[in-house]
Every structure is written in C-alpha cells, then in structure tokens.
C-alpha cells in the first residue's frame, strides 16, 4: 500500500514491513505520469534486508495499484 508520497520517494508498507522507492514527482498535465519510480533505484526493507527481485516487482506492482486507486498515475522506469 502506498503509505505516503514526496517530491523524490514514495514509502510502500507491504504485510508489516515498509521501503522507500527513490523517483520523481512530476507536474500535473501534458499526459505526464505524476510520479515516476526508479526500477533501478537500491531498495532495502526498513530492517534493512535487501528485497529479492520477486519482492522488488511485488512492490511496484502494489505501488502502481495503490496510486490508482487514489485516481494518481505512476510509472516505473
């Protein structure tokens, strides 16, 4: 779930663990995503272990579907 949003990261909470996906806030209008998230970006879980590449796409999956249910577009890149 997509717990909160800033310029630069946005903060998923999956179960009971939380990361911190690094991207970039986009301004609204001219077909632009209003967020983009960085594939590439390190993501560790808030204990500090490292996220395997099933997590990693199970967190930008529920990143995705999170923002849109809040009617918010992200892409990943």
């Known amino acids: 779930m997509l717990v909160s949003l800033t310029r630069s990261t946005a903060l998923v909470r999956i179960g009971d663990r ?27 879980w808030d204990n500090g272990d490292e996220l395997t590449e099933e997590e990693r796409e199970a967190v930008f999956e ?5 923002a849109a249910e809040r009617g918010m577009t992200i892409e990943i890149e």
Not at 62 to 66: A, F, I, K, Y
Request: charged residues 15%; glycine residues 10%.
């Open 18 to 44: 939380s990361v911190i996906v690094q991207g970039e806030a986009l301004l609204p209008g001219y077909g632009s995503p209003d967020f983009v998230a960085y594939r590439n970006s390190p993501l560790t």
């Open 62 to 66: 529920d990143l995705v579907r999170s």
